[in-house]
């Protein structure tokens, strides 16, 4: 399982940033996420608070990095992806949640394409 931060700027440019899931500790920013959703699919609602999602990311803001596409329709290329090498945790509930809101949500594995992947310092 992989959170996914995407990022637009004002070109159009996307760089997504990724961090792994693993289960243990549950994530308080995650649960008050999950205790403000909409109860129905596309309901329209306001926002009633300030999410810092660097709450979202490891402590060690270590990553792997490179070029590469989205992983959701059009899957678009030219994207700017940086793999964070320690995941985050969930809890067994909150994972449970996440794959019940998300389910087969993954992308096969692509090949590689002479991409070259670089590592933070």
């Known amino acids: 399982m992989v959170a996914h931060l995407v990022h637009k700027d004002a070109d159009g440019k996307?760089?997504?940033v990724a961090a792994m899931i693993t289960e243990g500790v549950p994530s308080p920013l995650v649960q008050i996420?999950?205790?403000n959703l909409p109860l129905?699919?596309?309901e329209a609602t306001?926002?009633?608070m300030v999410i810092d999602m660097n709450q979202m990311l490891p402590v060690r803001r270590e990553y792997y990095?490179?070029?590469g596409s989205?992983?959701?329709p059009p899957c678009s290329e030219g994207v700017l992806w940086l793999v964070m090498k320690?995941?985050?945790q969930l809890s067994a509930q909150q994972m449970a949640i996440f794959a019940r809101l998300y389910p087969m949500n993954a992308r096969p594995i692509q090949v590689?394409?002479?991409r070259l992947i670089k590592e933070s310092n």
């Open 14 to 16: 996307l760089a997504v």
């Open 33 to 35: 996420i999950w205790n």
């Open 40 to 42: 129905e699919k596309n």
């Open 46 to 48: 306001s926002p009633t």
């Open 65 to 67: 990095t490179y070029m």
């Open 70 to 72: 989205l992983t959701s």
């Open 86 to 88: 320690e995941p985050i």
């Open 112 to 114: 590689g394409s002479g």
